[in-house]
């Protein structure tokens, strides 16, 4: 049942998509760094995009309104762009899979998102006062945060870790970091005698 409904959301986010699928293929080859320049251009277009951002030094309703204007250009253009370039008749099957494949990525980190949002929701009933720890010290740390560090920065750090995220699960970079860290030597506890 669950694989019928998750075939469904794929075919829905397919439809959705199609006018964009020219652009995913070469997209997700950035995203997951198959070649080694690709993190340093991920990081290049983010911080070129946010340092143009903090140089017009606009208010928060201009800055939300002119990146929405970028997202509605990018994605008005994008798909004149893809059918300009690339003729209908170049899609194969290859690359029909590998769009069915990233479909199915995006719809599988969706459900995560909304089982892990649900899961969190559930300790309300299930355990109330760790729901209200979690929930009070999440929105205290970042209501400091906010309160201490530039917002556009702020916007900056949560971007490059979004965009650079696949690419770092790609490569299995973090279950390296991580076996590094449970490989390190542990300090010796102080005895008191």
């Not at 928060?60 to 994605?75: K, Q």
């Not at 917002?151 to 790609?170: A, C, E, K, S």
Request: glycine share 2%.
């Amino acid at each position: 049942m669950a694989d019928n409904i998750q075939e469904q959301q794929v075919k829905r986010v397919k439809r959705f998509l199609e006018s964009w699928r020219m652009a995913l293929l070469p997209l997700k080859s950035v995203l997951i760094w198959e070649q080694q320049w690709h993190p340093c251009a991920i990081l290049a277009f983010i911080s070129i995009l946010f340092l143009t951002i903090s140089l017009m030094d606009l208010s928060t309703l201009a800055t939300i309104s002119v990146v929405g204007l970028i997202f509605n250009f990018i994605d008005f253009i994008v798909p004149i762009m893809c059918n300009t370039i690339c003729s209908p008749g170049s899609w194969t099957g290859q690359n029909e899979k590998m769009y069915e494949d990233i479909c199915r990525s995006i719809v599988i980190t969706y459900n995560k998102i909304i089982t892990n949002i649900k899961s969190f929701y559930a300790l309300r009933e299930t355990s109330p006062p760790m729901y209200y720890l979690i929930s009070i010290s999440m929105l205290s740390v970042t209501t400091w945060m906010a309160a201490s560090i530039n917002n556009v920065f702020l916007l900056y750090i949560f971007f490059t870790i979004v965009l650079l995220w696949p690419g770092i699960q790609h490569r299995g970079i973090l279950n390296t970091v991580l076996s590094f860290v449970n490989k390190a030597p542990k300090m010796a506890s102080l005895k008191s005698d």
